[in-house]
């Protein structure tokens, strides 16, 4: 695999691959010293045409932890939109002759688009409403672990679905598995026609009320121009999971949210901190599962 | 020079004739039609010491030049896209003699001068007839009229600010009342640009998983219904232009069953290609309105069919390269067509949905009577405009053949059907029988 573009390219045995990896470097990272000389010598970029910190810093951790050298390179979206092109900005990074480009774009598609066009092995850090493949990788290595398998469970995703690069990840992810996944929000921000093998509910409790797992996604407050909601107040009344969940969900279900979390928004203190949630689970396999993807990953020959 | 052409089949709808001719051409006129079969030998044919070039189109079809009434030259203005030299030349390999040409140009095509300018560049360097069509208002900006009279009497054959749609109703009906002094027709590109906003493909199942936000057809099928609404009251005509839905097609068969002064044209992406076309983020099929889904595929098909779509019109819509070679939402709009259309057009035929003489109605004599346009068809003593055709023969889309400067197809590398291989315009002979495929 020369590239991690999205996870509707990959297979449900590559993606255990990448599971049973990440495993084996999580084991790296709880060892007094958790660097690895698995790829000294090779360089990283880290190209984000977006703002982030959390992934971003994921990522640096992962790729340093691996002994590579790691540069980046963040622009503002306004400054390409004035001059270059992405095509002009790859051939650039490209001629420092980089390894491995994790890339964030706010255009969906752009991931591909840059693995099209470069030898290099490109990552996926998110694109757009596209994808955020590690996201979803590293929710699976989380559920994986707490749970033992994907198999048969029921997982309900909850909040800005059409918006959401991570609830697609997930989906096409879980899809890879015999999971009943159920889309949960208002009808304004979930899609009007799903696969086979998901359901939609309005209804937060009759949604998540059967769930094994329950994925939390970040409401925008730039959703409320866009009539898309009324107001974030209005979201937490109807959709925030609150401690009133705690009556109906399952006994072992388990609350995810990718990051950073609204409190009082889509999620309430008393859910955030409780044991039931597995946020901070996930934050800390993100670095092992990414460490998993770039290790996996082998550029192609020119 | 002198051009016997022996024993084609004609289709002309202009003359209401079909079958077996011998046509001669001097010196860019028709002087003679003789209808039904001669004898004649096996050469394919031949070039006499006396000037005289005989061609044997036994098996081949004449065709009354094309007429596309819905093409971009991006000339003046965005050369690097197209010329007008350009794109007239790849309206002939094309088999269409006359285009139109849309209104956003820089400058655009709002005052007489740019008329005289784009008319003046086509008769020094077009290879075909170039008729303008005019913006309805001034810089597309849907807030004042343009000139509609002066630009009448420049050349512009009918009034559109295709691609930035008259949002305002008023404006709009104000438009289609004061045109009617004109005699051109309104042509609208419908389009709701609320329901659109930051679209870049239709909105489904595929949108969704491709994560790109999609334009619904209600954006267009809104914009149908007004106009038609508004043509009804003002009664003034108006041509639906790019029809992409079935919903579209239910309100133009309403409005017609009406008696409104309403047509509609569809191309031939609309009835080709879906928006699984769009998968793996393939700009080259970025187009506005996108590409549908298979059921309105097929009631395009059907419509045109039952001619509730009057027209086939390619949407000519030329870009530069760098201008496609981007992330998706980014790209450019617009499918270079003059090269494709008929090939695809001939496919309604061969699978049956519509004859022969009804499709080549939608691309000569239909938009002829909707833009006044006069043509004589193939007449003894009038001018040579027609084409020779090959349908059975094959080839193979390569952009980098084409003509246009616009090499964004998403039909690169398609195996088509039907080819020009003689276009006559005037005293222009373009012979294409040798290119190789």
Request: aromatic letters at 6%.
């Amino acid at each position: 695999m020369k590239d991690l573009v999205g996870i509707k390219e990959i297979s449900r045995q590559e993606i255990e691959e990448i599971l049973n990896t990440a495993r084996a470097f999580k084991e790296v990272l709880t060892r007094d010293i958790k660097k690895v000389p698995t790829l000294r010598g090779k360089t990283a970029i880290n190209l984000f045409f977006e703002p982030s910190t959390r992934t971003r810093t994921s990522f640096e951790l992962a790729e340093k932890r691996l002994s590579l050298d790691v540069l980046n390179f963040s622009v503002s979206t306004s400054s390409v939109v004035k001059g270059e092109t992405l095509y002009d900005t790859l051939k650039t990074i490209e001629s420092y002759n980089v390894d491995y480009i994790v890339i964030r774009h706010s255009a969906s598609g752009a991931a591909k688009f840059v693995a099209d066009n470069t030898p290099a092995c490109v990552i996926n850090a998110g694109d757009g409403t596209n994808e955020h493949p590690t996201q979803a990788l590293l929710d699976a290595f989380s559920i994986v672990e707490v749970k033992g398998k994907l198999d048969g469970l029921k997982i309900a995703i909850v909040g800005d679905i059409i918006h959401s690069r991570v609830a697609r990840s997930n989906l096409y992810l879980l899809s890879k598995f015999d999971t009943e996944i159920t889309f949960v929000g208002p009808p304004t921000l979930l899609p009007s026609d799903v696969p086979s093998n998901v359901s939609i509910s309005y209804d937060l409790k009759k949604g998540i009320k059967d769930a094994d797992v329950v994925m939390l996604l970040r409401i925008q407050l730039e959703r409320q121009k866009g009539a898309f909601i009324p107001s974030l107040k209005e979201y937490f009344h109807v959709w925030g999971l609150k401690g009133d969940a705690f009556s109906y969900l399952k006994k072992d279900a388990i609350v995810m949210h990718p990051g950073p979390m609204n409190r009082g928004v889509e999620i309430s203190s008393e859910i955030a901190d409780s044991p039931r949630s597995i946020i901070l689970r996930q934050v800390t396999n993100g670095i092992a599962t990414r460490m998993a993807v770039i290790y996996l990953l082998t550029r192609r020959e020119v | 020079m002198k051009i016997i052409i022996h024993n084609a089949w004609v289709v002309d709808p202009f003359t209401d004739k079909e079958g077996v001719a011998s046509i001669t051409v001097e010196e860019g006129i028709i002087t003679k039609i003789q209808w039904g079969k001669k004898e004649k030998g096996e050469k394919k044919h031949k070039k006499n010491s006396s000037n005289i070039l005989e061609i044997n189109a036994h098996g081949l079809y004449i065709f009354p030049g094309l007429i596309d009434m819905h093409a971009h030259l991006r000339e003046p203005g965005f050369e690097h896209k197209e010329t007008i030299r350009t794109g007239t030349k790849a309206a002939i390999s094309g088999g269409f003699t006359t285009i139109c040409c849309m209104a956003n140009t820089n400058p655009v095509n709002d005052n007489p001068e740019v008329t005289y300018y784009i008319l003046a560049k086509a008769r020094e360097e077009g290879c075909c007839d170039v008729y303008p069509i005019g913006a309805i208002t001034k810089g597309l900006k849907g807030e004042e009229l343009s000139e509609m009279a002066m630009l009448r009497e420049a050349g512009c054959v009918a009034f559109s600010d295709d691609g930035m749609p008259v949002t305002n109703s008023l404006i709009m009906k104000r438009a289609l009342e004061y045109s009617k002094a004109i005699g051109s027709p309104i042509i609208s590109h419908c389009e709701d640009l609320a329901l659109s906003e930051g679209g870049v493909m239709n909105e489904g199942k595929m949108s969704f998983l491709l994560g790109l936000k999609g334009i619904p057809r209600e954006a267009e099928e809104v914009m149908v219904a007004r106009d038609i609404l508004l043509s009804k009251y003002t009664k003034a005509p108006i041509h639906i232009a790019h029809v992409s839905t079935k919903g579209a097609i239910e309100l133009i068969k309403r409005a017609k069953e009406e008696n409104l002064p309403v047509t509609a044209e569809t191309c031939p992406h609309y009835f080709t290609l879906t928006e699984k076309a769009v998968d793996g983020y393939k700009t080259d099929a970025k187009v506005n309105p996108p590409l549908r889904t298979e059921e309105d595929m097929e009631a395009i098909k059907e419509a045109l069919k039952e001619d509730i779509l009057d027209v086939i019109a390619t949407d000519h819509a030329p870009h530069h390269e760098g201008e496609k070679k981007v992330p998706f939402q980014e790209a450019a709009n617009g499918i270079s067509g003059l090269e494709t259309a008929l090939s695809l057009s001939l496919k309604l035929v061969k699978d049956g949905i519509l004859n022969l003489r009804q499709l080549i109605e939608k691309l000569t004599v239909n938009p002829a009577k909707i833009l006044k346009i006069s043509k004589k068809g193939l007449k003894e003593n009038s001018e040579a405009d027609f084409i020779i055709v090959d349908l059975g023969y094959k080839w193979k889309v390569n952009k980098k053949d084409f003509a246009s400067l616009g090499k964004n197809t998403p039909f690169d590398g398609w195996n088509l059907e039907g080819k020009v291989l003689y276009t006559f315009k005037g005293k222009k002979f373009f012979d294409m029988s040798g290119e190789k495929n």
